[in-house]
T-cell receptor, first 114, second 115 residues
Framework: QKEVEQNSGPLSVPEGAIASLNCTYS??????FFWYRQYSGKSPELIMS????GDKEDGRFTAQLNKASQYVSLLIRDSQPSDSATYLC??????????????FGTGTQLKVEL | GAVVSQHPSWVICKSGTSVKIECRSL??????MFWYRQFPKQSLMLMAT?????????EQGVEKDKFLINHASLTLSTLTVTSAHPEDSSFYIC???????????FGPGTRLLVL
């Protein structure tokens, strides 16, 4: 079982729709979760972080965390063509000696179609 | 956030040569930086954790004698790929760890092509 799993996609949504990206993780005691966006050929850029169960909203983005079910999701409202990118889910390891390392999923490719 | 730069942005070199990549934190003093590698269509793989003033901590399977990391100041970490070979061709990305000890911001990356 991979530590962080994401559906590779591509996930295609029409412009203006809600895009829903999901991520599951295996380490039950993980505490910190991040979503990064990576455009083709570019490095990742941080979109959101979430640490507590529930929803966290920032503009058109909402991160959702459910520690009991070990999943974290990212909703993008009013999707725009500029949102087309690969979205990486990252989980901070919680084990002793793990330091501040992040484990990344393989990413979900999102395509927002006109 | 944090502003992170990398130099060079891309480099082409001959097999057997060494290449140095710089990662600079422009607006933040970073005690900890990370080096990642990303092959096409794959996710980021952590290579090592770079700590200012001490030796880097390498991930399992990463040769420390091949990938030399120096973090001599709070704003600069360097990665030197020694005796590069075509299989080392990849996208190398650094990140800085913010003071919250949680959040990482990435540099723009360096694309290395070894001929």
């Amino acid at each position: 079982q991979k530590e962080v799993e994401q559906n590779s996609g591509p996930l295609s949504v029409p412009e203006g729709a809600i895009a829903s990206l999901n991520c599951t993780y295996s380490d039950r005691v993980s505490q910190s979760f991040f979503w990064y966006r990576q455009y083709s050929g570019k490095s990742p850029e941080l979109i959101m972080s979430i640490y507590s169960n529930g929803d966290k909203e920032d503009g058109r983005f909402t991160a959702q965390l459910n520690k009991a079910s070990q999943y974290v999701s990212l909703l993008i409202r009013d999707s725009q063509p500029s949102d087309s990118a690969t979205y990486l889910c990252a989980v901070k390891r919680a084990f002793t000696g793990g330091g501040n390392k992040l484990t990344f999923g393989t990413g979900t490719q999102l395509k927002v179609e006109l | 956030g944090a502003v992170v730069s990398q130099h060079p942005s891309w480099v082409i070199c001959k097999s057997g040569t060494s290449v140095k990549i710089e990662c600079r934190s422009l607006d933040f003093q970073a005690t900890t930086m990370f080096w990642y590698r990303q092959f096409p269509k794959q996710s980021l793989m952590l290579m090592a954790t770079s700590n200012e003033g001490s030796k880097a901590t390498y991930e399992q399977g990463v040769e420390k004698d091949k990938f030399l990391i120096n973090h001599a100041s709070l704003t600069l970490s360097t990665l030197t790929v020694t005796s590069a070979h075509p299989e080392d061709s990849s996208f190398y990305i650094c990140s800085v760890l913010l003071a919250d000890q949680e959040t990482q911001y990435f540099g723009p990356g360096t694309r290395l092509l070894v001929l």
